[in-house]
């Protein structure tokens, strides 16, 4: 087992600094077309930790009588976070699709807020991510947590010129 | 007010005729990603359907649907499911909700099944299960916790 106890810098993640790691992962969000389409920014990356804010537009209500925010839109943005810090938190970047997640819902989200996102890996295996993430529309008052796990595809299973692609530097392919 | 999840009257009226259209009218994120509900040809109870809208794409490569977006699907489903299903009407608001990704999701029309699993007198377990091709290689299944408010008649 190549297991590691934590989250390590590799080749990949140590020549990069936190400033290219938030456009890398702007890159990202912009390429997915649910989280362009809404807008999601990325505001700044450590890894293995990220930090996301999505802006406030009325299609995030669930509720428009009460004015609640769809908890869906919640677990979006959570398995989205939770994906980004995994992009950062590996060696190289490698596909990891989401094996589960799950969400706890602290208080409601309200309307007219934007939403903010942290996620971070909190362990790494030869085959899985392990990662947290937490929302927030004020500081220090958590809306929801989630914990998702992602399965390593591995090297093999991820597009050659990936890492690179994502930090807009595929053109030698 | 005279109309939606705040009127005791309209709720109650809209218990009483299943018309679990009327509540996703209310609902935007849900309409947004292109959330249905049709009554099952085979059985009883509904079938909930997810469009395979390009605004509901997560990966561009394979191309998949957003992980997240059929999460909002299944938790849209159980919602209304048990709000449909419930012997009173009441106002489910989520306590925790988790997924499990069995499949990839491609873009193409994704369906759902809920069970009531229980129907306590404060909360609730529902289990929902989505399918693309066939509803026996599910894509995804998701299971709901919901407190279950009582309605408040000023509330209105």
């Known amino acids: 087992m190549r297991e590691r106890e934590e989250p390590q810098s590799g080749s990949a993640v140590a020549g990069r600094n936190p400033d290219s790691w938030r456009v890398g992962l702007s890159r990202f969000v912009s390429v ?3 989280t362009r389409d809404l807008g999601l920014e990325v505001e700044e990356v450590s890894p293995p930790w990220v930090r996301m804010c999505l802006p406030w537009r009325d299609e995030l209500l669930g509720d ?3 004015g609640l925010v769809h908890g869906g839109v919640l677990t979006m943005l959570l398995d989205t976070a939770c994906g980004s810090a995994v992009l950062c938190g590996l060696p190289a970047p490698e596909v990891c699709p989401t094996l589960d997640l799950r969400v706890d819902h602290y208080r409601p989200a309200v309307a007219g ?7 971070r890996v909190v362990r790494v295996t030869a085959s899985m991510v392990f990662t947290e993430g937490t929302l927030w529309q004020e500081p220090g008052r958590a809306i ?5 796990n992602f399965v390593r595809l591995g090297a093999r299973n991820t597009p050659p010129g990936f890492g690179e692609a994502l930090f807009g530097e595929a053109d030698h392919a | 007010m005279h109309e939606g999840f705040r009127d005791v ?6 218990h009483a005729e299943g018309n679990v259209a009327a509540w996703l009218e209310r609902l935007p994120y849900a309409r947004l990603i292109g959330v249905s509900a049709t009554p099952d040809e085979e059985g009883e109870g509904l ?8 605004f509901n794409v997560g990966n561009i ?3 998949a649907l957003h992980g997240g977006v059929v999460a909002a699907f299944m938790e849209t489903a159980g919602t209304l499911d048990l709000m449909l299903s419930a012997r009173e009407p009441r106002l489910p608001r989520i306590v925790d909700f988790s997924i499990d990704y069995l499949r990839t999701a491609r873009v193409v029309p994704t369906h759902a099944r809920c069970r009531l699993l229980r129907e306590g007198r404060r909360l609730a377990n529902v289990q929902v299960t989505a399918w693309q091709e066939s509803e ?4 995804a299944t998701a299971r709901l916790h919901l407190v279950l408010g009582a309605l408040e008649p000023n509330d209105a």
């Open chain 2, 47 to 54: 079938i909930y359907q997810l469009e395979p809208r390009e």
């Open chain 1, 32 to 34: 997915i077309p649910h």
């Open chain 1, 64 to 66: 428009i009588d009460r």
């Open chain 1, 113 to 119: 807020l934007a939403i903010r996102a942290e996620a």
């Open chain 2, 136 to 139: 026996d290689q599910p894509v």
């Open chain 2, 9 to 14: 009257a309209w709720l109650a009226r809209t």
């Open chain 2, 61 to 63: 490569l394979l191309p």
């Open chain 1, 144 to 148: 929801a947590r989630g914990v998702g």
